[in-house]
């Protein structure tokens, strides 16, 4: 199918190459014509490059980096996305997996999955830096919190999911309870388990993102984006943008990748290829 | 011995266990929350003290009473200037800031971001599901658009849109489209396939297919779509107000003010719990709404 | 004359309800005895009650009323005694068939090597060689099904229960699975219950074949089948064959 695939890369080429030469027509024209002085609210804010040519995102951008902000930032937010993801996880995935076997459990626990999925992870952040402090950890478990009950959802749904006849023909084996879980359930719940941890995913850097532009210390990605609007210095915040942009991408394309390994066993379904 | 897939007990069963849960945790809340009265603070050792205290856990009666006071706010005669102080709840109810109110302009918003961003998103599925060629050549844009969680956009949006509601409503909305794109494009593209040849064979074109039978075959996935874009929504929508608005329930969370004096308020938990309380159940409500109009629209489904 | 081979099963008056918004009675005092070695096919319309018996005797289910006995001792859940081949699709797909045909066996704490030893023989009789590892996703629908019953008979159990298990599939591949299921029964001997709505496979495989009647099930009659073995595609076509499909037809249009 190499054709197909040469010409989906040309395309995607071509799309964001014409993207990338608009904005940076746009951008020339944008530092001749548009003001530079801006009112916020209660004073003006001066020379601010409102659609900074590629130059100063450059120079920006080698600033940032080799003054060590940027590399900085960008370990401890992604250190603190990933404690969140484990943590969350390793609570929510049990959890869902239990709920879908005993019915007693889960209708005890149900309202309370239910308040935290309506209630969004952010609007817990005044409570848990009350309680935690401003610090690392009422990020990280805000994170959890969060990834918690989108896996939790997840691991419940797949495990509900799992056609009975599977469960009765393991029975009909002799296989106990233990084995079931481990080698029938397990596997047939990986799909939604991965997918549910792919939409977390997308969460966390949501929820990490806004929670230090809130409250946060140097370094990390969402008070540089915080600093740099309050100056405001807008190379900054563009650079800031695209480094949270090319990390999400990654973290989704390897859960992505995760994905497609788990669920190699299933039936090809027979939409366009 | 019972197989795994165990039924599940009668409904009536179900929802008194979840109330029984409910009410246990309540009462031993409020037993735990008040025993700083009832037990000699210095009894205790010291991590459990420091958390048995009014400040971290509030007593229950207090959260009722921060619940009385926010819907409250409104009866009292208008507010004369602000001044802002430190103190949340004090703050809230000089600002004359109701509980009620803030949900309602939150709400809104959401519905708002729903309506737009919604309808851009189903419209921007439906080209990138219905043409291959509009596929390959926007997708791959849409997908660095939506690694962008919106939210880091605020403050460039701000500079050019000012402190209006246009720069509130924006994130919401461009929240709301990326998440509906993707299931709409899944539910043009894999699902009306069949359908699309069928109806086409019989010699239906252009308006009729998309109407009758494209939209609808989609439809299961959008409306799925559309409950997962509600809580997005919601989660957007506190973040901005907790960082930008002047009103909303975000705002109220975080105890209003500027910007920069948001930092020094100490937050008041009991405010806080009563702001996250009603902000859930009016989340509840929404995505009732939407499931139960979504199953109405889908009756067709095979379940 | 009382009957000389051993009882293994002993069906009394087994009646099932459904509960539901209408209650539904699929079997309505049914009674049946099932020796030792012995292929026992139970052939009936729709909704006859056929898969809620074997069921029932799988352990699956428990009856409303009445008892199943297997040597002697109540059913009271499956057990790998009783193996079981489903009419839906049962394999696990995330399983290799290597891995599909010793579930059983590590689900028994059986040893690896004893293991090896019995999945290699279940490879032969099935004729699978060289898919050992492949997933059954590559796999064509009988021969999904023959592992399906490999991994059963891996376990070594005493009586075979089938349900319907080639009703998904072609004609043709039915009537090479049938063929395969035959030469297995000849070389195992093994206590079997098949049921069925295809009264030719009914005949071609079992020793005797009980009718059960439209809702709610009972036993009907039974008719015995005395074709000599090993049988073939000549069977089919033989007087004989054809004889006792005239009588079990008569003996469901008489419902």
């Known amino acids: ?273 | 011995m019972r197989l795994a897939e165990a039924p599940r007990p009668p409904k009536a069963r179900r929802v008194w266990l979840g109330l029984a849960s409910v009410v246990a945790l309540v009462a031993a809340y409020t037993l735990l929350s008040n025993a700083y009265r009832v037990v000699d603070p210095s009894l205790l050792p010291d991590p459990i003290r420091g958390v048995l205290r009014p400040q971290i856990l509030p007593p229950t009666q207090r959260i009722f009473d921060a619940f009385v006071q926010l819907v409250g706010a409104g009866t009292l005669p208008p507010a004369g200037t602000y001044v802002h102080t430190g103190d949340h709840i004090g703050g809230l109810v000089e600002q004359r800031v109701t509980l009620q109110g803030s949900l309602l302009v939150s709400t809104y918003r959401v519905l708002i971001g729903l309506a737009v961003g919604g309808s851009l998103g189903i419209l921007a599925g439906l080209l990138m599901g219905w043409s291959r060629a509009v596929d390959e050549y926007v997708h791959p844009i849409y997908i660095l658009f939506r690694s962008v969680p919106p939210l880091a956009l605020i403050t460039y949006v701000m500079l050019w849109l000012g402190h209006g509601t246009a720069h509130v409503l924006l994130p919401i909305i461009y929240a709301v489209f990326t998440v509906v794109v993707i299931p709409t494009y899944h539910g043009v593209r894999d699902v009306a396939d069949v359908y699309v040849k069928a109806a086409r064979a019989l010699g239906a074109g252009g308006g009729l297919l998309l109407s009758r039978v494209v939209l609808p075959a989609a439809s299961p996935f959008v409306l799925a779509g559309l409950r997962y874009a509600l809580i997005i929504a919601w989660m957007t929508t506190v973040g901005v107000e907790m960082l930008m608005a002047d009103d909303g329930i975000g705002y109220l969370l975080v105890g209003g003010g500027m910007w920069s004096s948001r930092l020094e308020v100490a937050g008041d938990p009991a405010v806080i719990v009563v702001g996250i309380v009603a902000l859930a159940l009016v989340g509840y409500a929404m995505d009732a709404g939407v499931r139960v109009a979504g199953d109405r629209l889908t009756q067709w489904v095979k379940r | 004359m009382p009957d000389p081979r051993r009882r293994r099963l002993e069906i009394r008056d087994v009646v099932h309800v459904y509960e539901g918004k209408m209650a539904t009675r699929a079997l309505d005092g049914v009674s049946l005895d099932v020796f030792e070695n012995e292929f026992l096919a139970i052939v009936g319309p729709v909704g006859s009650g056929k898969t809620t018996l074997v069921r029932i005797v799988a352990g699956f289910l428990t009856p409303s009323s009445g008892t199943v006995r297997w040597d002697g001792a109540p059913v009271t859940g499956p057990s790998p005694e009783r193996g079981y081949v489903f009419q839906e699709e049962a394999i696990f797909p995330w399983m290799t068939v290597r891995d599909n045909l010793e579930f059983g066996l590590v689900a028994q704490g059986i040893g690896a090597p004893e293991r090896e030893k019995i999945v290699a023989e279940m490879i032969t009789l099935t004729g699978l060689q060289g898919y050992e590892r492949a997933y059954p996703k590559e796999l064509s629908g009988g021969m999904s099904k023959m592992v399906e019953v490999a991994r059963v008979l891996a376990t070594d159990p005493a009586i075979l229960l089938l349900d319907e298990p080639f009703g998904l599939l072609d004609a043709q591949t039915r009537s090479k699975m049938q063929d395969q299921l035959s030469r297995l029964w000849e070389e195992k001997r093994k206590t079997v219950i098949l049921v069925t709505h295809d009264v030719e496979e009914a005949i071609y495989l079992a020793d005797r074949v009980v009718v059960f009647s439209p809702r709610p099930g009972r036993v009907q009659a039974e008719v015995v089948v005395d074709l000599p073995r090993p049988r073939s595609l000549e069977t089919r076509f033989s007087p004989a064959f054809l004889e006792l499909k005239r009588s079990i037809w008569k003996e469901i249009g008489r419902a």
């Open chain 1, 1 to 273: 199918m190499n054709g197909l695939w040469r010409r989906r890369l040309w395309r995607a080429l071509l799309s964001v190459g014409a993207l990338a030469v608009l904005y940076g027509i746009a951008s020339e024209i944008g530092s001749a014509l548009l003001p530079r002085r801006i009112w916020m609210v209660m004073h003006y804010l001066e020379d601010v490059e409102l659609l900074p040519p590629y130059r100063s995102l450059l120079e920006e951008a080698v600033f940032l980096i080799q003054s060590g902000i940027l590399p900085r930032s960008v370990l401890v937010s992604t250190a603190r996305v990933f404690e969140g993801l484990v943590f969350g996880a390793a609570v929510g995935v049990p959890l869902g997996l239990s709920m879908a076997r005993a019915a007693r459990l889960e209708c005890l626990l149900d309202p309370w999955v239910t308040f935290f999925r309506f209630t969004p992870a952010l609007a817990l952040l005044p409570l848990y830096a009350l309680w935690f402090g401003f610090g690392e950890l009422s990020k990280i478990l805000l994170i959890a919190t969060a990834v918690a009950v989108v896996t939790l959802l997840g691991a419940y749904q797949g495990a509900r999911d799992v056609p009975r006849v599977y469960l009765e023909a393991a029975r009909s084996l002799g296989a106990s309870k233990g084995l079931i879980l481990r080698k029938i359930v397990w596997p047939a719940a990986l799909p939604q388990i991965f997918a549910s941890l792919r939409i977390a995913l997308g969460l966390a850097w949501v929820t990490v993102v806004v929670a230090e532009l809130i409250k946060a210390t140097m370094p990390s990605l969402g008070y540089l984006l915080a600093l740099a609007g309050a100056y405001p210095r807008v190379p900054t915040i563009a650079v800031g943008i695209v480094t949270i942009g090319l990390l999400v991408l990654a973290c989704d394309t390897v859960a992505l990748g995760l994905y497609a390994v788990a669920t190699r066993w299933m039936k090809r379904s027979p939409a366009r290829a």
